[in-house]
């Protein structure tokens, strides 16, 4: 009989200054608590280096990040130094090779990069470090890294620099932002894995957006948004998380006040998206993600401390609720990590 590979996740549990780990069996969705990690300060955002090796973590109020060795077969994460940015740091990501640290500060209004040593520690001069607007939220590089793109929400735009891969220096792309409609406000972004189009979603309107992307110039144009609430609902809601699933069929994005995960199929050759409908999951979903395979989802709820597992049907891309577990207090971030191939940072 054929043993299925566990699952490693991560949970920033920013109350508790604290990461605590558990191992997920896709098997059947089972979660084990495996482990707590005590930091010097609120952590946030985090992610994986390319080659699967190593965690990075933002720790908020100490405007650090945080590096540990990650063994996902083990579900083991060693703490190896934390490095001060001088920024408090809403998203962390590297860019496709793994050697320079991208970061966008929401508080500070400021973008930057860092060189990580061989060692994997973040180096302490920053490449780059450039002032755009307050509330810089999510930051990723293209497929090919030589573009970066930063959505904004009180700007209402997403700011697009081009990065040199050998420098590690981001610089102003022309135009510098472009901006979607009045009152979107993208927060989260991520690029479709065949198709030219960028997905961001709108914090204050309660939509994704889609934007054609220009590979050759990095600049990105708003085409299309589609609303992530049921018709009729009045309540109070913002947009937090956006994933698009590895086959690039089905976009999600999660709602706090209705407290769900929006799912879309997506046009295979237009890029449009079609709502699926809202899945009811954990209070307030700040944070969420799909397992490395696509079978199952994760949210965690900022406001229910508790972690909600969603098992996903490939075919149709609806949600179906599989269990909730207590994980500490203030969730604010969920990475999931196989152990066997690499894993790339994932678009958040």
């Keep these: 009989m054929q043993t299925i590979a566990t699952f ?35 952590p946030g955002a985090q992610c ?28 083991t994460a060693t703490p190896i130094g934390t490095t001060k940015i001088d920024a408090n740091a809403a998203y962390v990501t590297t860019d496709r090779t793994g050697r320079w640290l991208l970061w966008a500060s929401y508080s500070d209004g400021l973008v930057g990069s860092h060189p990580i040593g061989k060692d994997g520690l973040v180096q302490d001069a ?17 497929a090919a890294n030589r573009f970066v793109l930063v959505p904004h929400t009180c700007a209402n735009a997403v700011y697009q620099f081009r990065f040199d891969a ?17 009152g979107l406000e993208p927060r989260h972004l991520a690029f479709h894995p065949k198709l030219p189009i960028v ?42 998380d956006l994933h698009v699933t590895t086959d690039g069929r089905f976009v999600y994005a999660s709602n706090r006040g209705h407290d769900s995960i929006a799912g879309f199929a997506v046009d295979e050759k237009t890029g449009q998206l079609t709502s699926i409908g809202q899945f009811a999951t954990a209070q307030t979903p700040r944070s969420f993600a799909l397992t490395p395979d696509n079978n199952w989802v994760i949210a965690a709820g900022q406001d ?9 049907d490939a075919k149709t891309g609806k949600l179906t609720r599989a269990g909730e577990h207590a994980c500490g207090k203030g969730p604010a971030w969920v990475q999931i990590i196989a ?7 994932q678009p958040r």
Excluded: M, W
């Design 8 to 42: 490693l996740v991560i949970v920033s549990i920013s109350t508790e200054q604290q990461l605590r780990l558990f191992e997920f069996n896709p098997a059947n969705g089972a979660l084990r608590p495996t482990g707590t990690l005590a930091l010097t300060g609120t």
């Design 48 to 75: 994986v280096s390319p080659d699967g090796k190593r965690l990075y973590v933002s720790v908020r109020s100490a405007n650090s990040v945080a590096v540990f060795n990650i063994d996902a077969a083990k579900k």
């Design 126 to 142: 920053a490449a780059s470090r450039i002032a755009t607007h307050r509330c810089a939220h999510s930051i990723q590089p293209d």
């Design 166 to 182: 050998t420098t590690g220096k981001l610089t102003a792309n022309d135009p510098a932002k472009v901006e979607p409609a009045a």
């Design 199 to 240: 997905y961001c979603d709108d914090e204050k309107a309660g939509s994704v957006t889609a934007y054609q992307y220009d590979k050759a110039t990095g600049v990105v144009k708003p085409f299309h948004t589609a609303s992530t609430l049921p018709v009729g609902f009045a309540g109070k809601n913002s947009c937090a």
């Design 304 to 312: 229910s401390n508790t972690l909600v597992i969603h098992k996903r």
């Design 339 to 345: 152990p066997a191939a690499p894993i790339a940072p």
